[in-house]
C-alpha cells in the first residue's frame, strides 16, 4: 500500500519555541492531507484539513495561529506548533488519502510525539 | 452526524481464544465503516473496510467484521488471538470512502491485551 511519513517521530521542546512537523506521502500524490491529535488514552481528534495550494480548513476549536499548515506541494504538508505550551504536549499524526472510489483508503503516517517542557 | 461507540476500553484474552471487539455507530448516511490498529508508538494500519458491498467483510491477520444495519454494529472479531494481536483497535466512521473531502471520526479506541 501508500507510505505515508511523519517526521520527527519524537520531539522534545522548550516552552515559547516553535515545533514543524513534516507529513509526506511517499510514493503517491495527496492534494488533502489530514493532521490529527491523539491525547493519552484518548482517540483521535481531527485538528484540521491540508490543502494543496490553499488554506486549510480547522475543525471547530482548533486556534489556526497556533497550529500553523502548510502544504505547498503534493507531497509534503507540514504542521508547526507556534509558542508551545505542556499543554500542546500530544501525539499528532496526519493521513492522506489514495486510491479512487470504493478503493480510496485514508494511509497514516507514524505519528510524531511532542513533548513541551 | 456520524458517531462511533466502542463499548470497551479495554478487552483481555488468552492466547488462542477468540476476540470480540464492540463498536456502534451512528449515521445519517450509508456509512462506511472501519477499523483500525494502533501497537504502542507507531501509526495507524488499516485493518478492514465496509463500503456498503457484502456486510460480512474480512481483513487482515484474521479479523473480520459483519456490518449490521438493523443493530448499528460493526463488531471486530478474530477466531484466535495471538500475542501479537496486543494493540489498540479504534472503530471509525466516515460519510463516503473516507476518502478527500470526507473526514474520519474514531472510536475512543479498545485496548486488547492478550495473555500467554
Known amino acids: 500500500g501508500a507510505v505515508v511519513s511523519q517526521h520527527p517521530s519524537r520531539v522534545i521542546c522548550k516552552s515559547g519555541t516553535s515545533v514543524k512537523i513534516e507529513c509526506r506521502s511517499l510514493?503517491?500524490?495527496?492534494?488533502?492531507m489530514f493532521w490529527y491529535r491523539q491525547f493519552p488514552k484518548q482517540s483521535l481528534m481531527l485538528m484540521a484539513t491540508?490543502?494543496?495550494?490553499?488554506?486549510?480548513?480547522?475543525e471547530q476549536g482548533v486556534e489556526k495561529d497556533k497550529f500553523l499548515i502548510n502544504h505547498a506541494s503534493l507531497t509534503l504538508s507540514t504542521l508547526t506548533v507556534t509558542s508551545a505550551h505542556p499543554e500542546d504536549s500530544s501525539f499528532y499524526i496526519c493521513?492522506?488519502?489514495?486510491?479512487?472510489?470504493?478503493?480510496?483508503?485514508?494511509?497514516f503516517g507514524q505519528g510524531t510525539r511532542l513533548t513541551v517542557v | 452526524a456520524q458517531s462511533v461507540t466502542q463499548l470497551d476500553s479495554h478487552v483481555s484474552v488468552s492466547e488462542g481464544t477468540p476476540v470480540l471487539l464492540r463498536c456502534n455507530y451512528s449515521?445519517?448516511?450509508?456509512?462506511?465503516l472501519f477499523w483500525y490498529v494502533q501497537h504502542p508508538n507507531k501509526g495507524l494500519q488499516l485493518l478492514l473496510k465496509?463500503?456498503?458491498?457484502?456486510?460480512l467483510v474480512k481483513g487482515i491477520n484474521g479479523f473480520e467484521a459483519e456490518f449490521k444495519k438493523s443493530e448499528t454494529s460493526f463488531h471486530l472479531t478474530k477466531p484466535s488471538a495471538h500475542m501479537s494481536d496486543a494493540a489498540e483497535y479504534f472503530c471509525?466512521?466516515?460519510?463516503?470512502?473516507?476518502?478527500?473531502?470526507?473526514?474520519?471520526?474514531f472510536g475512543t479506541g479498545t485496548l486488547l491485551a492478550v495473555q500467554p
Open positions: 465496509y463500503t456498503s458491498a457484502a456486510t
Open positions: 510514493d503517491f500524490q495527496a492534494t488533502t
Open positions: 491540508s490543502n494543496e495550494g490553499s488554506k486549510a480548513t480547522y
Open positions: 449515521s445519517s448516511y450509508s456509512p462506511s
Open positions: 493521513s492522506a488519502p489514495e486510491g479512487q472510489g470504493a478503493n480510496l483508503e485514508a494511509f
Open positions: 471509525v466512521v466516515s460519510d463516503g470512502y473516507g476518502g478527500a473531502t470526507n473526514k474520519l471520526i
